[in-house]
């Protein structure tokens, strides 16, 4: 069946620390993937989206992904976080832009 | 960007009766639209897929005579919770495709509603 995990419920990072949220998938073939961003009580907005080509994606805030296809992974990365980061993280496929299966989601929170 | 808008944001009502939502993609037409539950701290469950003239088509497990799905025009899908009980409350977000390569999804702000 398909799939996408979030292996990390809860990740703390510090102001200004690297980040990294890691995102598995198990399709039969290669899926459209996406990273999305929800803050408490809202909807959800897009970070970046992995469609083909280029295997390293960058995205709005800062963010970029990289899709390695050996390790069927599509993790989300940003080089220095800010507090204003902190928010659910939802890492989603779709083949051919049909319904979304979303991960589990991840929990970022910053330390100031 | 594209826009998808819900409405109500918050709804508070009785158990027993009937609530309304409504889904409009702002700035393009949409054929499908789909609607999603989340629990707290939990993802989203799709529960299903509004189709523009046709009828909905319902994930496994989803009562389709108490979410009642109407997609009454290309910019506009509506999600009635009939005979609401307590446990329906949630939020319940609704998304959009927009059209092009890959079809990527629009997210509409969310409904909270409260079940009393």
């Known amino acids: 069946a398909q799939s996408v995990t979030q292996p990390d419920i809860h990740i703390t990072v510090s102001e200004g620390a690297s980040l990294e949220l890691r995102c598995n998938y198990s399709y039969g073939a290669t899926p459209y993937l996406f990273w999305y961003v929800q803050s408490p009580g809202q909807g959800l907005q897009l970070l970046l989206k992995?469609?083909?080509?280029?295997?390293l994606v960058q995205g709005i805030k800062g963010f970029e992904a990289e899709f390695k296809r050996s390790q069927s992974s599509f993790n989300l990365r940003k080089p220095s976080v800010h507090w204003s980061d902190a928010a659910e993280y939802f890492c989603a496929a779709s083949e051919g832009g049909n319904k979304l299966t979303f991960g589990t989601g991840t929990q970022l929170k910053v330390e100031l | 960007g594209a826009v998808v808008s819900q409405h109500p944001s918050r709804v508070i009502c009785k158990s027993g009766t009937s609530v309304k939502i409504e889904c409009r993609s702002l700035d393009f037409q949409a054929t499908t639209m789909f609607w999603y539950r989340q629990f707290p701290k939990k993802s989203l469950m799709l529960m299903a897929t509004s189709n523009e003239g046709s009828k909905a088509t319902y994930e496994q497990g989803v009562e389709k005579d108490k979410f009642l799905i109407n997609h009454a025009s290309l910019t506009l899908s509506t999600l009635t919770v009939t005979s609401a009980h307590p446990e329906d409350s949630s939020f319940y977000i609704c998304s959009a495709p927009f059209p092009g390569v890959g079809n990527e999804q629009y997210f509409g702000p969310g409904t909270r509603l409260t079940v009393t």
């Open positions: 992995y469609f083909s080509g280029d295997t």
